[in-house]
């Protein structure tokens, strides 16, 4: 069907009895058949219905025509009385006459369905593979999840590797696997000869950190970077603030060394202050620490941290 016969249907279909009664009133002659011609003139015209099917729209129109007379005449040809009489037959309805224009339309889709099963009946496998090509046209639709949406997700979520893995389960056409978000995590790190890390100290390049930052945003941003101009790109500037809070100084003489968590154990318990001869092992000598020792220990009694029990 064209566009002109959709429009028409659509159209149509909103014709009610109380529409048409409108078109009667309008219309300005004495009998009613003059009437009803003008009522007819008037669906057609402002339904752009087709030539071929003007024909059809009147057939239609003819049961609405002869139930108007009998009702018409059986209220004495009064306007009042019609309509108290007849006010759910005017408004409760739709009139027939978008069968004329759907006549067409329905007789296409039967036959599109007769085909439907004349195809799949032709053998006992063809209704799976009808059904499987359905089925893979709906997921083809379905989006799958970039690696940085996924690890996003992962990292807000504060999810665990195992829970991600029983998320993915019961949609892995949207979720990447596991391992894509690890390698996607690891960019996200500067290079690992930027950074130097070990049990007592952590240290970075600043500079291998700007480059890292400037890159990532960089890759972010590259559909807004386009659109600038060569001198734009050439004057771009990155202003960053860098730096650190002491939410885990509690935590700098964690150590593998058994003598130094024992230490720190002990005096994390105890609250007292270190020997002269801890002090010398933890802090190493200077010129302006040389008294540091004696503070400590004309202060408070000497603490043993030679007890066998802060090694189990």
Known sequence: ????????????????????????????????????????????????????????????????????????????????????????????????????????????????????????????????????????????????????????????????????????????????????LQKAKADCYPKPESFHVTDTCAEIKLQDLVDHTASRLCTYLEEVLKGLSSEEKENLKLISKWGCDGSQQTRLLLSSDPLLSCTRSRFMKNKKPFTKEALEFLIPESDDSEDTGAQYTTTIDECDISDDNEFD
Request: glycine share 2%.
């Open 1 to 180: 069907m064209d566009l002109e016969d959709r429009g028409f249907e659509e159209t149509v279909r909103e014709k009610s009895r109380t529409d048409l009664y409108n078109y009667i009133k309008q219309s300005s002659g004495r009998l009613l058949d003059d009437k009803f011609a003008y009522m007819e003139d008037c669906v057609i015209r402002e339904t752009n219905c087709p030539t071929e099917k003007i024909s059809s729209l009147k057939k239609e129109l003819k049961l609405f025509k002869w139930q108007f007379r009998q009702k018409w005449t059986a209220a004495s040809y009064k306007e009042e009385r019609f309509l108290q009489n007849n006010a759910k037959w005017l408004t409760g309805t739709r009139c027939n006459v978008n069968i004329c224009c759907s006549n067409e339309s329905k007789s296409r889709r039967k036959s599109d369905a007769s085909a439907i099963i004349k195809e799949i009946t032709k053998s006992p496998t063809r209704a799976y593979k009808i059904r499987k090509v359905i089925t893979q046209n709906k997921e083809k639709n379905i989006q799958r999840l970039s690696t940085m949406e996924a690890l996003s997700m992962f990292v807000e979520a504060g999810l665990s590797r195992s829970q991600y893995n029983v998320i993915r389960s019961a949609r892995k056409q949207l979720y990447p696997c596991y391992s894509l």
